[in-house]
């Protein structure tokens, strides 16, 4: 049986896997490190926006179904009315686990790919630390875009040992570099979010928190905070702009945890009310930031890495996107396309008529588009095909894209 095997347990690799799985393909998923689901341990979010829809139109859509599962609280956003989901982080990996097991995926965890084998342009094998080779006949690269050890200590402030555990289990390796095509250069950005335990906050705020219809509460921050500079703490030059807290509120979110977006040392977030005794469940602020480096893998519509003949980039290795869905949707058609050309199947690309198809085709030409916009500015254009707010959210308009391109359970026909 043909083999597909994808590395990175991430969202963006899970939701590979799975896809993958739908198709007479023996799937195997490397992990570096002792758990699967990657950077989705602190997000807790999913937002009510067309790609999901048109994930399970598409007869995809699993991993979705993982973060759906573990719901916590929903709201409405510009009218939708299953909006954005919160969910509970502290159950994703048994989760994971089960979807793996469900679908017949065989998951290798510790598992770290440090090189391939190659003969011409196509990938053989992906060798382990240990000097194991997995061969396959098609490969996805879902590894993510976070930077090594050495990134954090030059642009960062050295490693907190953040959710990558990098120190732990090894840095990421970019498959596709190893295969001879480079990664395409970006400025590298920092992971901004945090989770602090709920019970560290006041016990008012404590309350407010886990009370709030939707999942989300909004707190002010007093003027004298948010105008203080603390460049002397921050010794970033090439982020000063993080050197002065410019937000008037504070977003939390219920997943279990209180998530934030404080990027400031604690001893400041210890000024904020409520935040007095306030501890970090993942040191992503104060003393360490991890590096999210931009720098995908060159690939083209069908995300096939450009100058290799199988092996697809997923997730964020398939374009600088700054969320869960947009690694999930990009696994889920790097999956697809690897279970294809495994059998030796027509590639396929996604039309511009679709959300997901608009966006890797906006993404992969570098103009990277705005994934959500402002909320004061419900009717901004992306960039052209109206796709407005309204547009990703319209379900029947949606549904309507994926039945006029015959693409209504795509991803679940059987190839062979």
């Known amino acids: 049986m043909e083999r597909v095997v994808v590395i990175g347990g991430g969202p963006g690799g899970c939701a590979a896997a799975l896809v993958a799985a739908k198709q007479p393909v023996e799937v195997v998923l490397l992990e570096r490190a002792d758990t699967l689901s990657g950077l989705s341990t602190w997000c807790g979010q999913m937002m009510g926006w067309g790609p999901r829809q048109e994930a399970k139109l598409m007869g995809g859509g699993d991993n ?60 053989e094998a992906v060798v382990l630390a240990d000097g194991t080779k997995i061969t396959g006949d098609a490969f996805v690269d879902a590894t993510g875009s976070c930077g090594s050890i050495e990134m954090c200590q030059q642009y960062g402030q050295g490693c907190g040992l953040c959710v990558l555990k990098c120190p732990m ?151 600088a996107y700054s969320s869960g869905q947009p690694a999930m949707f990009t696994g889920e058609l790097a999956g697809h396309n690897a279970a294809r050309k495994s059998l030796g199947r027509e590639l396929l690309e996604l039309p511009l008529t679709t959300i997901q198809g608009f966006f890797i085709a906006k993404v992969n030409k570098s103009k990277t588009p705005t994934e959500w916009p402002p909320h004061q500015k419900p009717d901004v254009v992306f960039e052209q095909n109206g ?30």
Not at 99 to 121: F, I, N, P, W, Y
Not at 189 to 211: A, C, F, K, M, T
Not at 389 to 415: C, H, M, N, P, W
């Open 64 to 123: 979705y179904g993982v973060w759906e599962s573990l719901e916590m609280d929903r709201k409405s956003d510009f009218g939708v009315p299953d909006g954005n989901i919160t969910w509970d982080v502290t159950k994703i990996e048994d989760a994971s686990q089960r979807a793996m097991a469900e679908a017949g995926v065989k998951v290798m965890l510790r598992a770290r790919a440090v090189d391939v084998v190659m003969t011409g342009s196509k990938v």
């Open 169 to 319: 289990y090894g840095d990421r390796v970019s498959i596709t570099a190893k295969a001879g095509v480079p990664d395409v250069p970006g400025q590298p950005g920092y992971i901004h979010s945090n989770l602090i335990d709920l019970q560290s906050l006041s016990p008012q705020l404590r309350r407010q928190v886990e009370e709030t219809s939707g999942g989300y509460c909004y707190l002010p921050v007093p003027e004298e905070l948010y105008r203080v500079d603390m460049t002397e703490d921050w010794p970033r030059p090439e982020t000063a702009f993080m050197t002065r807290w410019h937000h008037e509120e504070i977003e939390i979110i219920n997943v279990h945890f209180a998530k934030t977006h404080l990027v400031m040392p604690l001893k400041y977030i210890h000024r904020i009310p409520g935040f007095e005794d306030a501890w970090m469940i993942t040191p992503q602020v104060s003393t360490g930031e991890p590096i999210s480096s931009k720098q995908p893998a060159p690939h083209d519509n069908t995300l096939l890495v450009k100058g290799l003949d199988n092996i697809f980039a997923g997730g964020l290795r398939a374009g």
């Open 387 to 416: 796709f407005t707010v309204r547009r990703v959210t319209d379900y029947q308009r949606i549904k309507e894209s994926i039945v006029d391109a015959g693409l209504v359970d795509v991803y679940q026909r059987k190839l062979a």
